[in-house]
C-alpha cells in the first residue's frame, strides 16, 4: 500500500470522525421545548376553583319587591356559575330600610326573599334546598362585621361542592 493511500484513507477516516461529531454535538445541543420547561410539579399560577362559594346581591327599588333587569341579569349569570358543580345549599335573605314600621319592613323583606327564590328556579335552581330568612329592618352585619347602609336588598349565599 503506498504511503499516499495511507494518507487519503487516514485523512477521509479523519472527516468521518469529525463529521460524526459534529452530528453528535449538534444533536445534543438542539433542545425539544420539553427538555428546556424547568421541572416543577404544578402550574405556576393557580386558577380559582370553579365550584367555589360566592354570594350575589340583588337591590330593590324602595317599597318594592320586583327584581328588575339587572337583578335577573345577576341571577342568570349565578345559573350560569353553578354549571359543572354541586349546589349543597342557597341561603336567600331578604332585608328592608329602617323608614316604615317594622311589621311593614319584615313583611317586605320576606316578599323580596320569596320573589328571589322563585327566579333562582327559574334560572335552574330547582333541586336545591332553599334557607329563606327576612330580617326586616333589623341590624345586620356584614361579613367583614360592618353595618350595610343601603338594606333595600335580598342576600344569596350559594353553596357549592365538586362533583
Known amino acids: 500500500m503506498a504511503l499516499e493511500d495511507l494518507g487519503n484513507r487516514r485523512g ?3 472527516v468521518g470522525m469529525i463529521g460524526t461529531l459534529a452530528l453528535v454535538a449538534g444533536c445534543q445541543s ?6 428546556a420547561a424547568p421541572d416543577h410539579r404544578g402550574p405556576l399560577i393557580v386558577a380559582p376553583t370553579a365550584c367555589a362559594d360566592f354570594t350575589v346581591t340583588i337591590y330593590f327599588d324602595s317599597g318594592s319587591a320586583n327584581i ?15 354549571k359543572g358543580c354541586w349546589v349543597t345549599g ?34 335552574g335552581f330547582t333541586q336545591v334546598e332553599f334557607q329563606v330568612t327576612a330580617v326586616g329592618d333589623a341590624p345586620v352585619e356584614g361579613p367583614g362585621g360592618d353595618i350595610h347602609l343601603l338594606r333595600r336588598r335580598v342576600d344569596v349565599d350559594i353553596h357549592l361542592g365538586a362533583r
Open 12 to 14: 477521509a477516516a479523519m
Open 30 to 35: 438542539a433542545r425539544s421545548p420539553t427538555a
Open 90 to 123: 342557597v341561603k336567600v335573605r331578604g332585608l328592608a330600610d329602617a323608614p316604615g314600621g317594622h311589621d311593614a319592613n319584615l313583611a317586605l323583606s320576606k316578599r323580596r326573599a320569596e320573589t328571589v327564590t322563585r327566579a333562582l328556579q327559574r334560572h
Open 68 to 82: 328588575g333587569h339587572g337583578g335577573e341579569a345577576l341571577l342568570a349569570a349565578a345559573g350560569s356559575r353553578t
